[in-house]
């Protein structure tokens, strides 16, 4: 007795190919042969190739959206939970991202991953503005770092640069060469479980600065904070700081999750390092903004900078973070 044909069935049959080709080789013809029928069976399910791609998105995805907190988790362990179910099931099918959504509108499942997310930025102490930009920034920065790893994946210990890299080094300049030759050790210890892993960090890092300076209606600071994780120094690397005061590459990885996003219109902004390093020296010192060393640039672009970061609570965040740090 022939077994009647379902949705789910097209949708395993349907990531099947999007698992040997990609979404390039998805199209009804391929889908009804492997299943062996007629691509006209497939439309009594689905309306066309577009809201088959919705329904393997929501196949793919609805895990993430899906899975229940576990009892008595911190919101920050649940947030970091979020981002490591991303992480998995868009690394087990690479094509996931680019059913995430189109130009117009998000797929239904991923709205229902994100409200996941935000379920757990919901218990946060954060008021609505800065649930809001987390959820953002969250969000984005884990599909964007997991989607270049299962695109381009870091190489992997003893294979620092990768095959297609080794061979375009066979004609490159001996000083190209060189450069590469450099850090082929070093890159072996950047791989992607270190990227994402940076990536988790500076995320608690950053719930962290956000909730440490939220506060009640009684104008006390909230205890529920996650705890500040442990800096990662990527091993070998010597701190560039080389001015005694200045930041070091610790201290600067730590505070710089703290920072705003720049501001990509008019001119570029000033190196917020650099800066950060002026305003620090004029705070150690008590130097008058004109007598600031002119290698950390003008003294304008510091007042400016300063204004900005103590009036929308930066300079406070960073400080405190550094402080704490010390």
């Known amino acids: 007795m022939k077994t009647r044909l379902g949705l789910r069935d097209i949708v395993l049959a349907a990531r099947a190919v999007l698992a040997e080709g990609g979404v390039p080789a998805l199209t009804m013809a391929a889908v009804a042969r492997r299943l062996g029928v007629t691509p006209m069976a497939l439309y009594r399910h689905v309306d066309g190739r577009d809201e088959l791609l919705a329904a393997v998105a929501d196949s793919v995805l609805e895990d993430v959206g899906a899975a229940a907190a576990e009892p008595g988790l911190p919101w920050w362990d649940a947030v970091e939970s979020w981002m490591r179910d991303v992480r998995h099931r868009i690394v087990e099918s690479p094509w ?72 375009a080094l066979e004609t490159a300049s001996p000083e190209m060469a060189a450069r ?101 020296y004029r705070e150690r010192t008590g130097a008058s903004w004109r007598d600031i060393p002119a290698r950390y640039g003008r003294w ?17 965040r960073v400080s405190e973070a550094l402080a704490g740090r010390e």
């Open 96 to 167: 996931t991202a680019q059913l995430i959504g189109t130009p117009t509108q998000i797929a239904p499942a991923w709205v229902a991953a994100l409200d996941r997310l935000l379920a757990a930025l919901e218990r946060a102490p954060l008021d609505d503005d800065a649930r809001a930009g987390a959820l953002t920034w969250i969000a984005r920065t884990t599909v964007g770092i997991v989607l270049l790893e299962a695109k381009s994946p870091l190489a992997h210990a003893g294979r620092a640069v990768g095959a297609p890299l080794e061979a």
């Open 180 to 280: 590469w030759a450099r850090i082929e050790r070093p890159l072996e210890r950047h791989g992607d479980d270190y990227l994402f892993e940076d990536l988790v960090r500076q995320t608690r890092a950053r719930l962290h600065a956000a909730a440490r300076f939220e506060k009640h209606e009684d104008g006390t600071a909230t205890p529920e904070v996650p705890e500040v994780p442990e800096v990662p120094e990527a091993p070998g690397i010597p701190d560039s700081s080389d001015t005694p005061g200045d930041l070091t590459d610790a201290q600067w990885h730590l505070i710089r999750v703290l920072l705003p996003p720049p501001d990509h219109r008019g001119a570029a902004p000033a190196d917020d390092r650099r800066v950060l390093n002026g305003l620090r």
């Open 300 to 316: 304008q672009t510091l007042y400016g900078r300063h204004r900005k970061w103590a009036a929308d609570g930066t300079w406070s």
